[in-house]
């Protein structure tokens, strides 16, 4: 099995994507570049979306890369250079449960999210909330993604309904070994 050198992971908020991140960096030895730091500045400051999208572009530019997610604006720079999509299609209650559980870890521990930035109880108590937003977005994700494995005209698409399945594929991937060199013009993390 080859591995793939630019995958984007997708899901609804508190599917895992981010952890799922962490685990192929390590053992592909990709760069993992997470989204929510290229997309808020302190203080919850959303970066204008034409800066979003200039940052993807030139992240999607590279070799090698890893994304925990595509927003409005500029999902479509990441799914025209994937090499892969990997798709986290869980039920809902599986990553509500998740979700709500990491909230209120990091409500209770003040654990800094991105640049800067921690959960709150007005935010998650708010209409901006990212419990309302898993709510509100988990059909059209769900949606989205089906759509995606559908369509043969763009990168193929993994969707995952269990983590014991993702548990599965992520271990018959191959490991890289980090003490092998990298083939001429690769970066690793």
Not at 18 to 40: F, G
Not at 67 to 81: E, F, Q
Request: hydrophobic share 45%.
């Amino acid at each position: 099995m080859t591995a793939p050198r630019r995958i984007l992971i997708y899901g609804v908020h508190g599917a895992g994507k981010s952890t799922l991140a962490v685990r192929l960096a390590e053992r592909l030895r990709l760069p993992w570049y997470p989204v929510d730091d290229l997309l808020w500045l302190p203080g919850w400051v959303e970066v204008p979306v034409a800066e979003q999208r200039a940052r993807i572009e030139e992240l999607c530019r590279r070799d090698t890369w890893i994304l925990d997610g595509a927003y409005h604006g500029w999902r479509d720079v990441p799914l025209a250079r994937a090499d892969l999509v990997v798709a986290l299609d869980y039920p809902r209650w599986r990553s509500f449960w998740w979700l709500l559980r990491r909230t209120l870890r990091r409500l209770g521990s003040g654990e800094v999210i991105c640049n800067g930035n921690r959960e709150s109880l007005g935010s998650v108590l708010s209409s901006e909330s990212i419990l309302v937003w898993h709510v509100t977005a988990f059909g059209r994700e769900r949606r989205r993604m089906r759509a995606w494995q559908a369509d043969p005209a763009g990168p193929p698409v993994l969707l995952f309904t269990s983590p014991a399945a993702l548990d599965d594929w992520v271990a018959r991937l191959p490991t890289i070994d980090p003490r092998v060199p990298p083939a001429a013009g690769e970066r690793r993390c």
